[in-house]
């Protein structure tokens, strides 16, 4: 029978995909794991995998270019000849925004739905695993690959799974009391929420039937020591009083596959990094959690070049033309509308003397495999800066301000179709070098499509720097929720007086948008004169 294949809701801010690129064409032989098309979602393109039975493409129901609602219709996969209208046409009878691309009445999910109503006692030592969520704005995961079976053996570390969120795919570390996994709740390439049923893991030959029916749900009359419940505070007990080292005697360090990946990927050193797992071992929320030192190497990161690719539309003289809102630009236009209307801006503007940072930053690069720019200079100084003024790192609700307890400095980064923001996380721990590193390999990453869902979120305050085009001045929007963002212009040489001489200076602009909510103006201004002060003496950021 001919399998209907929908848009996928590649994020949760995703309300329609366009199909940048068929890949197939009608006709052609599909099997599981062909990449059917590009999709172009509200933050990137990706690949959408088929992992349907191998057939043949019998129908394309968005053109190439074109962009149709999330659970419209996308294709449609069979054997060859097999009639298709009745699908098609049940597209076009549900459908009311866009009468070729959706259809209702079939789904290709195949998971039973359970009961909410239901619930067991789940038997001793049976670990229920939940659809975790994996980044702030995450609402449900896609299972893009088991990496174990049902009936396999797993311990602690092992990653079980890749889940695909809204911004990312990302391994999935188990941290449980190890066991084997019983069951799947979530097929290779479905959707669910996050909190439903991901998987059962026990003993071997445990009947989970009744987890299974009542989704994962325990019941609230068996509240007995034996529950999984018991069974992941005994484990957490356990790893809490775990004070084994994580180096053995012969070198090696104790660590998952998935928390060496994210050192690597950190260039954090897993010396240094105390492990919570079982015998000290490094798991995944150890990296992660671990704030580096002051004298924290970093591997020597990729570079990329500092201006972005840009797509220019072709224009013929006299006719007017169109070019189609991605979705990226979508959402930063629901993004910024949102904080440039809600949040009260005020902008405090000052010019810096840079002839010090400028010698500086030659005296640094000559030292050798070191090069630094100066935008790499500013973030260090606002770092230190926003250790002084704490006021300036919080974020407002509508009940309380909350000051954040981590420096996490975000920085814009314009790609091929938008703006991203990759987060340096604990940045005023961060040397020079280290935040250079940081820096190319984010940018780099933002401008490949391959940023990860966790180095976009939990920045605490923004710059934006387009003194590399040239830009003198500007003004930005708030990246909410942070509180303000600083806006770099370019150094320009100008006369200036010193020592009551008029001379040549080099002096940059730098202008800072408040949220009028959270910093009042003598805060804002506080904080500029701070920032200035470490700008135009940088010998003060090494100390």
Not at 295 to 306: C, D, G, I, K
Not at 343 to 361: K, Q, S, W
């Amino acid at each position: 029978m001919a399998e209907v294949i929908k848009m996928p809701r590649l994020s949760d801010t995703m309300t329609e995909g366009k199909v940048s690129k068929w890949n197939l064409n009608v006709g052609d032989p599909v099997k599981e794991g062909d990449i059917l098309a590009e999709i172009e979602t509200d933050k990137a393109v990706q690949d959408f995998d088929y992992d349907g039975d191998d057939g043949i493409l019998l129908y394309q129901g968005v053109k190439e270019g074109d962009a149709a609602p999330v659970e419209s219709l996308l294709a449609i996969v069979g054997k060859a000849g097999e009639d298709i209208s009745s699908l098609i046409g049940g597209a076009a009878n549900t459908n009311t925004s866009n009468s070729e691309s959706t259809i209702a009445s079939e789904t290709t999910n195949t998971n039973p739905t359970p009961s909410s109503s239901a619930s067991v006692e789940i038997p001793k030592d049976v670990e229920i695993i939940k659809v975790p969520r994996l980044s702030d704005t995450m609402t449900e995961g896609k299972v893009s690959k088991w990496n174990v079976n049902v009936g396999d053996s797993i311990k602690e570390g092992d990653i079980i799974a890749e889940i695909e969120t809204d911004k990312a795919v990302q391994d999935f570390e188990y941290d449980g009391n190890g066991g084997v996994l019983l069951y799947q709740g979530v097929k290779e390439g479905d959707s669910a929420p996050i909190e439903s049923l991901l998987a059962i893991v026990g003993p071997a030959g445990t009947d989970v039937s009744g987890i299974i029916a009542g989704g994962g749900s325990a019941s609230a009359s068996a509240p007995k020591p034996t529950s999984a419940e018991s069974a992941v505070v005994a484990n957490n007990e356990k790893k809490a009083s775990s004070e084994t080292n994580t180096i053995s005697s012969n070198g090696k360090i104790f660590a998952s596959p998935l928390a060496k990946k994210i050192a690597n990927e950190k260039g954090i050193s897993l010396e240094q990094v105390k492990g919570s797992g079982d015998n000290g071992r490094i798991i995944r929320k150890d990296v992660e959690n671990f704030v580096p030192s002051a004298n924290t190497n970093v591997s020597p990161a990729t570079s990329s070049s500092s201006k972005p690719s840009t797509v220019v539309p072709q224009i013929t003289p006299g006719v007017d033309s169109e070019t189609p809102n991605s979705s990226m630009r979508n959402a930063i236009a629901k993004s910024l509308s949102h904080s440039l209307f809600t949040a009260p801006h005020y902008n405090l503007v000052f010019e810096i003397n840079m002839d010090n940072a400028i010698e500086a930053r030659k005296a640094i690069n000559s030292l050798p495999d070191t090069k630094v720019s100066f935008n790499d200079i500013v973030i260090k100084a606002v770092a230190i800066s926003l250790r002084k003024h704490p006021q300036i790192n919080s974020t407002w609700s509508d009940t309380k301000i909350i000051h954040r307890g981590n420096i996490n400095i975000g920085v814009a980064v314009a790609v091929e179709d938008g703006l991203v923001v990759p987060v340096i996380k604990n940045t005023d721990y961060l040397s020079l070098t280290q935040i250079s590193s940081a820096v190319k390999d984010l940018a780099g990453r933002a401008r490949d499509k391959k940023l990860k869902a966790n180095e976009m979120d939990g920045s605490t305050f923004t710059i934006s720097n387009l003194g590399m085009f040239g830009v003198e001045s500007f003004n930005s929007i708030i990246n909410q929720p942070n509180s303000c963002i600083l806006s770099v212009g370019a150094i320009i040489q100008k006369p200036v007086v010193k020592n009551g001489q008029i001379v040549v200076g080099n002096v940059m602009q730098i202008s800072l948008a408040c949220d009028h909510r959270v910093v009042d103006g003598a805060t804002g201004a506080q904080f500029l004169q701070t920032l200035k002060l470490y700008l135009e003496n940088p010998v003060s950021l090494l100390a």
